[in-house]
């Protein structure tokens, strides 16, 4: 192609060549939303693990002090798995910790 066309083409693939590399480099947008991105998930995995903690603990204490009726046991357990549920619901713009501000 020549011409003022073909010109301007060539300057946009230059544009958008230079604006690629500056987005993968580290500190660029993508390597940013990368972290970000994986810093969530860290987040999320740690909030997991406190509720299922939680959740064992409560089936624990229902099996070796009985301090806690089967019914009761049963309504811990099932809050805390709709709250965990809650928490990893994805939507469209990822996931969801309530309280996180998102």
Known sequence: MKGPKAKKMRERAVELKEAAKKGVEE???SDN????FIEELVTIFAECRVLLSTSIKVR???VTSRS???DEAKSAHKALRLVLEEQVQPHSSGPSRKGSGH
């Open 27 to 29: 500190g660029g947008t």
């Open 33 to 36: 939303n990368v972290n970000k």
């Open 60 to 62: 624990e204490n229902v």
């Open 68 to 70: 806690l009726s089967v």
